[in-house]
């Protein structure tokens, strides 16, 4: 590289990133004025006006009235526009689909949840399409429209959105993402479950004030995402948190994974409905619903479904202890499908926790999530608003 090409090259990398800077201030404490984004990044003024100008007619950000002023004239204040792109964010469950329409913030403004029960791929595809073409079309109208597709899932997926194993939907080896990217023209992003789900946390919800998160993820299977200081770890080919896996019995039962004892096998929504039709409950064909069935026995005073839901607890405190011992977090964020019986298991789930080294006890928090079944939804559209964002600042700049 010539040194004139050089210089460039370096003036293109600092003005994208001054611009990233800027909007992320903007959308950071809005409504602000020019001049205090310039104190705050300490860039001077003559580029924020110019970087601020860029981003108006990107529509990312839109002038307001003026703001407070502590004399003088008023100055007029920015905003974020939220409302310049939508994106969508789906959950492919085991027995269920849920797709949310967000906007550039992550505000929900459309839902569609789809149940079943042992659905083929191509099954499951018609149906994926469907929830699509449905947020598509309630997409209200903005600059740039559907700005991208996440698609978070119950499996293990590479780098390269390569779903390679879903053991509990059977998924072997599908490239979702080519197949979405060529039907919508869309840029797609595939995400484990967990890793969404603990992304969405992390954004949006109750982990939204820390930085060392452990996220466990208890549907019908378990995963685990990480946050760890401050950012999603996913290991070093995307495989990290398969935790549903680890062994917590030794010759335990036989598990779809091809190992013995796994987590999951004892302390998921699938192991409590296993229970509870071994010990004779009565219970909906629909997997969907037996879970829920459950929680109304249980509130009902019945002692079997309240025992069993005790038992989970106790089970998820067991891996959750060996988590803590491994990261030593500060937040333990419990969510997915039995995130909605926090009444049941947590009595439990705490006694198992107060076993677990004093020192890590510290300053610990334990939470259910709040999102509950939304986190990896809103998680996969937290992926695409910012890769729309980063894209959208790199394509500008490259044209200039
Ligand atoms: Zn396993």
Redesign the pocket.
């Known amino acids: 590289m010539n040194m004139n090409l050089k210089q460039t090259w370096n003036q293109h990398v600092v003005k994208k990133e001054n611009k990233s800077l800027v909007l992320d201030t903007i959308k950071k404490s809005a409504p602000i004025s020019r001049a205090t984004i310039a104190t705050e990044t300490g860039l001077n003024k003559g580029t924020v006006s110019s970087l601020v100008s860029d981003l108006i007619n990107d529509h990312l950000i839109y002038e307001s009235g003026p703001g407070e002023s502590s004399g003088g004239r008023r100055p007029v204040m920015l905003l974020f526009n939220e409302e310049a792109g939508y994106s969508i964010g789906i959950d492919i469950g085991v027995n269920y689909l849920l797709g949310v329409l967000t906007d550039l913030n992550g505000n929900i403004h459309q839902e569609k949840i789809i149940t079943f029960n042992h659905l083929s791929y191509e099954k499951i595809e018609q149906k994926l399409f469907e929830v699509i073409d449905f947020l598509i079309n309630s997409a209200p109208k903005s600059p740039y429209g559907i700005i991208g597709i996440g698609v978070g899932v119950p499996g293990t997926v590479d780098k390269n959105g390569n779903i390679l194993l879903a053991p509990n939907l059977d998924w072997k080896n599908i490239n979702l993402k080519a197949t979405l990217e060529s039907k919508y023209n869309l840029p797609t992003i595939i995400e484990n479950e967990a890793n969404a789900g603990a992304y969405g946390e992390k954004k949006f919800g109750i982990g939204k004030e820390f930085t060392n998160i452990v996220y466990v993820s208890a549907g019908i299977g378990i995963g685990v995402g990480l946050i760890l200081n401050g950012s999603l770890y996913k290991g070093n080919q995307g495989f990290s948190g398969e935790l549903?896996?680890m062994t917590i019995e030794v010759d335990g039962k036989k598990?779809?994974?091809g190992?013995e004892g796994?987590w999951?096998l004892y302390a998921s929504e699938q192991a409590l409905i296993h229970k509870a039709e071994q010990s004779g409950i009565p219970l909906p064909t629909n997997g969907e619903y037996a879970l829920n069935n459950l929680l109304m026995l249980a509130e009902n005073g019945n002692e079997e479904a309240i025992k069993l839901f005790e038992e989970i607890g106790d089970y998820l405190g067991v891996g959750i202890n060996n988590i803590i011992n491994i990261f030593n977090p500060q937040q333990v964020i419990i969510g997915n499908r039995i995130a909605t019986s926090q009444k049941w298991i947590e009595k439990s789930l705490h006694q198992r926790l107060n076993q677990a080294l004093w020192f890590q006890r510290n300053d610990l928090q334990v939470n259910f999530s709040e999102l509950s079944t939304l986190s990896t939804a809103l998680g996969v559209a937290a992926f695409s608003i910012e890769n729309f964002l980063n894209m959208n600042i790199q394509q500008r700049n490259a044209a200039l």
């Open positions: 549903g896996h598990c779809r994974c190992n796994c999951e």
